[in-house]
């Protein structure tokens, strides 16, 4: 894929007179610190966006459930368009009308590594996501640890799954997502962030 192309899904899905998401740009490279963020997104239906630093952009992919730390519990997670690195920073409301409209919170976010090793030596992000095999520490204020993302067999479609790895952070007791639902950004939930981004 070219850098251009990287973006296009994104650009040419929304009207950026009316949506207030960031048009976006391809970031250069200048670090080697990669970010994650995790956008819980009530649009037709609730799901956390899930979104990795790779390459100038944010590669992104839907969860239904979100995230779970329990290493038997796997989510489905379905590929979405690549998002601008700014986007990191996008909490509000997509106008009704517009592409995904509903509001949008900062769920998490942090730096992320990536741990994926093959004889001793890691596997460029890249390649993983080639491959459909993703292996990631995330340093979150809600999550830490290791997590993978796993492309699951069918080729035609781009369905992956999100999986606690097994590290002192798994925990099949504790469930982030029903117990922490403010924004790490604002502090305010779902309908805070409704109440106070939509237009009238
Ligand atoms: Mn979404």
């Known amino acids: 894929m070219t850098q251009k192309s990287n973006l296009k899904a994104y650009q040419t899905r929304r009207n950026f007179k009316q949506t207030p998401e960031p048009k976006g740009k391809i970031k250069k490279i200048t670090s080697t610190k990669l970010k994650f963020v995790i956008q819980k997104h009530r649009a037709r239906s609730l799901h956390y966006d899930v979104r990795l630093e790779i390459d100038g952009v944010l590669v992104s992919w ?3 459930k979100g995230p779970s730390l329990n290493p038997r519990e796997k989510r489905l997670a379905i590929r979405t368009e690549n998002h601008p690195l700014e986007y990191a920073r996008f909490e509000g409301v997509i106008p009704k009308g517009e592409y995904g409209a509903g509001p949008v919170m900062i769920w998490d976010r942090g730096a992320y590594k990536n741990i994926k ?4 030596l890691l596997i460029s992000m890249r390649t993983c996501l080639k491959n459909g095999q993703i292996e990631v520490f995330l340093y979150g204020k809600k999550l ?8 699951t067999c069918n080729k035609e479609s781009d369905q992956w799954l999100l999986i606690k790895m097994r590290d002192e952070h798994a925990n099949a007791r504790r469930n982030p997502v029903n117990t922490m639902n403010k924004s790490v950004k604002s502090g305010l939930t779902m309908d805070q962030i409704k109440k106070r981004y939509q237009r009238t």
């Open 144 to 151: 830490k640890g290791a997590f993978a993302l796993i492309k």
């Open 62 to 64: 839907a969860v239904p």
């Open 117 to 120: 090793q093959k004889n001793g």
